[in-house]
C-alpha cells in the first residue's frame, strides 16, 4: 500500500467520523429544543425561566475533561464543548451579554470565551452601564473586570457592587498578551502611542527599554488606541489581537508585557443566584466596626470552619471617614453546610453584610 492510499484511507475515515458528529451535534441540539419546550410548559412567565444554568455547564465541562484521553487537551475539549452548548442554547433562547466596550477588548474575547460565539455581546461605554444594562433586562449578564495579576483590582467594579442587587454569576480568566502595532509594521516611523493607560503600566518596562523618548497617549481602550492608530502613519497602538485584526493594523511586536503571566479575571453579573456546581466559590462584602481586632473578627470564622480564603480587598466605605468596606473570596458554595456556618457568624458581627454570589470556579 503506497502513502496516498494511506491518506486516502485516513481521509475517508475523517469524512465518516465528521458525518457522525453532525448527526449527534444534530441530536443534542434537538435535545436542548426540548428542554426549552419542558421548561417553558412548567412556567407561565417565560422571562423567568433560566434556561442557561452556569453550575450545569461547569459540570458537563468538568466531566468530560475528567473522561478525556488525549490526544486533545483537557482545555480544548473544555473550549469545544462550550461551543457546542453555546450553539444549542440559542436554540433555547438567545442570551445577550453587556461587556465594558467597545468591539475588539479583552473584555469581549473573555465573554465569548465564557459563553461561546453563539451569543449576542453588546459593548457598553462604562462598568456602570453594565450594571445597569443587566439590572434593567437589557441584558441578560454582563461581563466586567474585575482585577489584574500585575495592576491588582479594578476599584470602579468593586465599588458598583456595594450598591447594586445583581448577583456574581462566575468568573473567567484570559492571559492578557499586549502587541504594539500600528499601520505600516516599520518600528521607525512611531511618534507617539495610544494605549489605556493601565495597558502602559502593564507594558512600562518594555516600552522605557525599547521606546524611551515616545509620547504616550492615554485613551479609554485598547480597541480605541487601535481605531487611532489606524487613521494616522506615524501613531501606533498597545492592543490585544482581535483589535489589531478589527481595525486591519500590522503587529510590530509582539507580547510586549512585561510579566509573561500577565492575566486578568473577570466577573459575570446577572439577576438569579446559581447552583452549587461542586467546584465553587463565593464572594462577600463586609463591613465592621473600626474597632481593635475587626479584622481578625472577621476572619476567625473562616478559620473555625475550615474554609479557605482566595482573596480579600478593601476599599473605602461611602460616607463613613476612616471605615472600610472588605470584599473576600472563599471556596465552596453559599449552600454547602460549612459556608452556612461561617457566613451566619459574619453577619452577626457585620455592620455590613452581602453574599454577592456562588459560582462555579473559572476552569478554562
Not at 477588548?105 to 449576542?120: C, D, E, M, R
Not at 507617539?192 to 502593564?202: C, E, G, L, N
Amino acid at each position: 500500500m503506497t502513502d496516498d492510499d494511506d491518506l486516502h484511507r485516513l481521509r475517508q475515515h475523517i469524512d465518516e467520523i465528521d458525518e457522525r458528529l453532525l448527526k449527534l451535534f444534530n441530536r443534542r441540539a434537538q435535545c436542548a429544543v426540548e428542554v426549552a419546550e419542558v421548561k417553558r410548559a412548567r412556567s407561565e412567565d417565560d422571562e423567568a425561566i433560566s434556561f442557561f444554568r452556569p453550575d450545569r455547564e461547569a459540570q458537563v465541562i468538568q466531566r468530560l475533561k475528567q473522561l478525556n484521553a488525549g490526544p486533545l487537551s483537557d482545555d480544548e475539549i473544555g473550549r469545544l464543548i462550550r461551543e457546542v452548548m453555546s450553539a444549542c442554547l440559542a436554540l433555547e433562547q438567545p442570551l445577550k451579554i453587556a461587556y465594558l466596550g467597545p468591539e475588539g477588548t479583552f473584555t469581549q474575547s473573555a465573554a465569548l470565551k465564557h459563553f461561546g460565539h453563539s451569543v449576542s455581546t453588546v459593548p457598553m461605554s462604562s462598568i456602570p452601564d453594565v450594571f445597569n444594562s443587566v439590572d434593567s433586562g437589557h441584558a441578560d449578564y454582563g461581563l466586567v473586570p474585575v482585577e489584574n495579576s500585575t495592576e491588582g483590582v479594578v476599584s470602579h467594579t468593586l465599588d458598583m457592587f456595594i450598591d447594586s442587587d445583581l448577583k456574581v454569576c462566575g468568573e473567567v480568566e484570559i492571559p492578557i498578551h499586549h502587541h504594539l502595532a500600528n499601520q505600516s509594521q516599520d518600528f521607525s516611523q512611531i511618534r507617539y502611542i495610544y494605549s489605556h493607560q493601565m495597558s502602559f503600566a502593564q507594558c512600562r518596562r518594555w516600552l522605557n527599554q525599547n521606546l524611551p523618548g515616545i509620547e504616550r497617549i492615554p485613551v479609554s481602550s485598547n480597541a480605541e488606541a487601535a481605531r487611532l492608530a489606524r487613521e494616522e502613519n506615524d501613531a501606533a497602538a498597545i492592543c490585544g489581537r482581535p483589535a489589531v485584526e478589527k481595525f486591519d493594523l500590522k503587529i510590530c511586536r509582539e507580547n510586549i508585557e512585561d510579566m509573561a503571566d500577565n492575566t486578568t479575571r473577570f466577573v459575570i453579573i446577572g439577576r438569579h443566584e446559581v447552583d452549587a456546581s461542586g467546584n465553587d466559590k463565593t464572594s462577600i462584602l463586609v463591613s465592621t466596626r473600626n474597632v481593635p481586632g475587626a479584622l481578625l473578627g472577621l476572619l476567625q470564622p473562616l478559620a473555625d470552619n475550615g474554609i479557605s480564603m482566595n482573596k480579600i480587598e478593601s476599599r473605602p466605605a461611602q460616607g463613613r471617614k476612616w471605615a472600610y468596606v472588605f470584599f473576600i473570596d472563599i471556596d465552596g458554595h453559599q449552600q454547602d453546610e460549612d459556608v452556612i456556618r461561617a457566613l451566619d457568624a459574619l453577619r452577626a458581627q457585620s455592620s455590613l453584610f452581602k453574599v454577592l454570589g456562588s459560582y462555579p470556579r473559572a476552569s478554562l
